[in-house]
């Protein structure tokens, strides 16, 4: 069969697929990317949704169509979405990830830019109280932006405060922070605070409401603009 996911929540996949000759009912199972499989039985339609899965959970999905000697497999992997936020305060320390340019970040963060070096990421330099940071780097004319996990209550009810430590002066970069209806599009974004640590080598705290905020949007994002 040629299977496709048609649907990834937190907690489900949904797939569906053409059947590859005659058969009319294929087994299932399905594993943790390289764990032990897990049967699920046999359907009689061309689709399923598996259910009670992990959140940010990558998985392996095995249908196996009943042809007799000519069974027909196919495997397809995809990986859960992450749980809503749902407790607060919600805090990112960013102590608990790699510290790896192409890697180093909190993988429900959603992360781009069009800079020849992938940032931000996580160091281990200019820790504010932990042993990490998040460090943003970029060349003039480009840009980078990472999108916040989605929590459960509207983002006109929410607030952020967050510190900042500026290298150097000489460089006039500041930060956006903002809402977006679609996290992959920087063009839906909205600006709803730009910050810019007025002293060098040192922290400073900051702190944004996002009241003023009046869309549809669900995702907070952080942008160094162009």
């Known amino acids: 069969p040629n299977v496709v996911i048609t649907g990834v929540t937190a907690n489900q996949v949904t797939m569906s697929w053409a059947p590859g000759s005659t058969e009319s009912s294929w087994d299932l199972a399905y594993r ?12 009689a339609f ?8 992990q959140p940010n959970t990558t998985y392996d999905f095995l249908i196996i ?10 495997e397809v992997t995809a990986t859960t979405d992450c749980a809503v936020i749902s407790a607060y305060p919600y805090v990112e320390s960013f102590d608990t990830y790699s510290t790896d340019e ?18 931000p990421y996580v160091v281990n330099t200019h820790a504010n109280g932990g042993t990490n940071s998040f460090y943003w780097y ?9 999108v916040l996990p989605t929590f459960d209550r509207n983002v006109n009810q929410l607030q952020l405060t967050f510190d900042l430590f500026r290298v150097d002066t000489l460089y006039p970069d500041n930060l956006l922070i903002g809402v977006m209806t679609d996290r992959e599009d920087i063009n839906t974004f909205t600006q709803l605070g730009s910050f810019t640590p007025n002293t060098a080598n040192e922290w400073q705290s900051f702190e944004l409401l996002l ?16």
């Open 102 to 119: 192409t890697s180093a970040i909190n993988p429900c963060w959603y992360r781009f830019t069009d800079n020849s070096t992938v940032t």
């Open 138 to 146: 970029k060349n003039s004319g480009n840009f980078a932006y990472v």
């Open 46 to 53: 061309a689709y399923y949704s598996l259910a009670n899965l």
């Open 65 to 74: 169509s009943n042809c007799g000697n000519n069974a027909d497999t196919a």
């Open 32 to 43: 943790p990317a390289n764990g032990a499989w897990t049967n699920v039985g046999s359907s």
């Open 211 to 226: 009241n003023q905020y009046q869309g549809q949007g669900q995702y907070i994002a952080i942008v160094a603009p162009q």
